[in-house]
T-cell receptor
Framework: QKEVEQDPGPLSVPEGAIVSLNCTYS??????FMWYRQYSRKGPELLMY????GNKEDGRFTAQVDKSSKYISLFIRDSQPSDSATYLC?????????FGQGTELSVKP | NAGVTQTPKFRILKIGQSMTLQCTQD?????MYWYRQDPGMGLKLIYY???????DKGEVPNGYNVSRSTTEDFPLRLELAAPSQTSVYFC?????????????FGPGTRLTVL
């Protein structure tokens, strides 16, 4: 069983839709939870990170962590074609950074 | 600032050949990393460095070697290439060791071993 599971998609939505991207994990020692965005043929870039259970908002992006369920989500409101990318969740424990497989998102105009 | 640059962008190797993937950063970061990204597998850490002259193994170091003679450069060496090393390789750097610190990634090197 992988430590971090992420639905690879692809996920296709119309412009303006609310997008929900999710990861589940098995290691209760994970402390910090991050979301990276990776455009095609580019390296990943850090979008945001959270520590505790609850929500963290940054513009159109909201990161949600539920440690009791070992489940994290990234919500994108009013999605734009420029949001089309692969989104990777990542988590830290014991000095290690573990990435999910990534979800490919396409936002159609 | 160019950020993190990687060369080459693409490479095809034959089994048993060797090559060096180059990585340079101009942000004066002490911490540098090499990852590989396989389809459907996420990124896995190969090697990392906390400063010039100091390197350590990551999760998947077998078949690779690194060196760090300067702050700016962190080359990754593949000896005796194998098909299992077909992947996209990313170099990254950060200013601190905190895993929540922003790691700046290069554009990647796409390597195919035939």
């Amino acid at each position: 069983q992988k430590e971090v599971e992420q639905d690879p998609g692809p996920l296709s939505v119309p412009e303006g839709a609310i997008v929900s991207l999710n990861c589940t994990y098995s290691n209760s020692a994970f402390q910090y939870f991050m979301w990276y965005r990776q455009y095609s043929r580019k390296g990943p870039e850090l979008l945001m990170y959270t520590y505790s259970s609850g929500n963290k908002e940054d513009g159109r992006f909201t990161a949600q962590v539920d440690k009791s369920s070992k489940y994290i989500s990234l919500f994108i409101r009013d999605s734009q074609p420029s949001d089309s990318a692969t989104y990777l969740c990542a988590m830290t424990a014991g000095g290690k950074l573990i990435f999910g497989q990534g979800t490919e998102l396409s936002v159609k105009p | 600032n160019a950020g993190v640059t990687q060369t080459p962008k693409f490479r095809i190797l034959k089994i048993g050949q060797s090559m060096t993937l180059q990585c340079t950063q101009d942000m004066n970061h002490n911490y540098m990393y090499w990852y590989r990204q396989d389809p459907g597998m996420g990124l896995k850490l190969i090697y990392y460095s906390v400063g010039a002259g100091i390197t350590d193994k990551g999760e998947v170091p077998n078949g690779y070697n690194v060196s760090r003679s300067t702050t700016e450069d962190f080359p990754l060496r593949l000896e005796l290439a194998a098909p299992s090393q077909t992947s996209v390789y990313f170099c990254a750097s950060s200013s601190t060791s905190a895993l929540t610190d922003t790691q700046y990634f290069g554009p990647g090197t796409r390597l195919t071993v035939l």
